[in-house]
């Protein structure tokens, strides 16, 4: 099941119907596997996952070392599970229920744990099981805890400050951010000039640094979003002022539900003032609203308890940034690879099941991807993550922009992306060949298909893999 959520994820009958066309039944030695034995194979995963789970921290997650962990969702067809809920969606599935889960990593976006929880659970309320779990079941003294503002909120720091041989990074909130950057604040805005990043202190955080950083590519992009909102915003409403204008819409109630649509659908209340009353509507914006929240524009503040004496400025940044390779993992295991989504399992233990199956399916893959890296389009140089400007924007090693821009590589053979690598390779076939002679007892052979030179290569790179 781990292989067919690589090669072919679908559901389990599916799955059992999408043997007959491969040799991996054969080659694994459960040909006669039906869909109950499938279910019967997770219920008995499931069983063993402390295990496991405890196996790969042990492999890949050091003492002080950092452990990144982030949460996503994924929406349920049916309404009969327990972990199914409403909440916050992430999948745009409006209405649909969801289950949440937790994604726990090494410094590498390497997965070693997932936790589920229902589909209503908060960000916050899921840090401290995961501090248990690497405290107490994986026997780590001291571990680094990486997540973002929304996971690692002021109330878990409090929470976990207590915590022997537990430090942590994670990002203030914009309004945290805006008071430090007030008149006599010490976020002063001028001390970008020079560099895009820097470190200071401040009372209301004790014990803590903190490290101010400004990209200007998400500063621009971060304006163009706003003005894009205010202009389609003011544009709707400018409608609703003309409906009001023409008597085709009255009453302050109604008036206030028409503007309410709008606003509630860009998002961009804040910057908004409103005049309703029965028969008039007028607006406009709230300039200097837009002026303070521009000023901040490509600005954030991370905070950490971690010494000066552990980690540099810049290796603070670096290591928050890496939370990017959880995001890839769930980009992974819930729309391009292995489609964790939609859930259709019903029992509590089942979903479970099928979500951890989908972690160590993403596992495999991560190894996979690694290996490969010489033949796909991504970076072969990832020392370059270890010294280059943390803050700027990510660039390619000229090598990578060559593999796009070529579309080859040195050697003339095609670059792929993974999903088109696998397709190459599955074009190696088995044809099962009977002599051709009279009789029912004729011999029958299997010829395999000889792998073309690049075939050869990615099953070369595959060996490399440490086992």
Known sequence: M??????????KLATTRWWSTTTLPDILGVNDADEDDLYDAMDWLLQRQSHIEKKLAARHLTEGGMALYDLSSSYFEGTTCPLAALGHNRDGKKGKLQVNY???????????????FKGNTGDPKTLMPQVRKVKDDFGIKTVVLVGDRGMISQKQIDEIKGVDGLDWITAL???????????QGPLQLGLFDERNLFEFTHPDFPGERLVACRNPELRKLRA??????????????TKVRAMVGRGKLAGKDKIGVRVGKVIDKYKVAKHFVLNIKDHHFDFHIDTEKVAAEAALDGIYVLRTSLAEERISTEDIVRNYKNLSQVERAFRSMKTMDLKVRPIHHRLENRVRAHIFLCMLAYYVEWHMREAWR?????????A???TRDPVAPATRSKTALEKVHSKTLADGSTVHSFQTLLKQLSTIVRNRCRVPTDGP?????????TPTVEQQRAYGLLETIEV
């Open 102 to 116: 937790g994604l726990l990593t090494d410094d590498r976006g390497r997965p070693v744990s997932v936790s589920v």
């Open 374 to 382: 010489p033949v796909l389009f991504c970076d072969e140089d990832q």
């Open 173 to 183: 909130k914009t309004d945290a951010i805006r008071k430090l950057a007030d008149d």
């Open 2 to 11: 781990i292989a067919a959520r690589i090669l072919d994820p679908d559901s």
């Open 384 to 386: 370059r993550k270890k």
């Open 224 to 237: 163009y979003k706003r003005k894009s909102l205010l202009e389609a915003t003011s544009l709707e409403l």
């Open 441 to 449: 007892n004729a011999p029958i052979f299997d010829v395999v298909t």
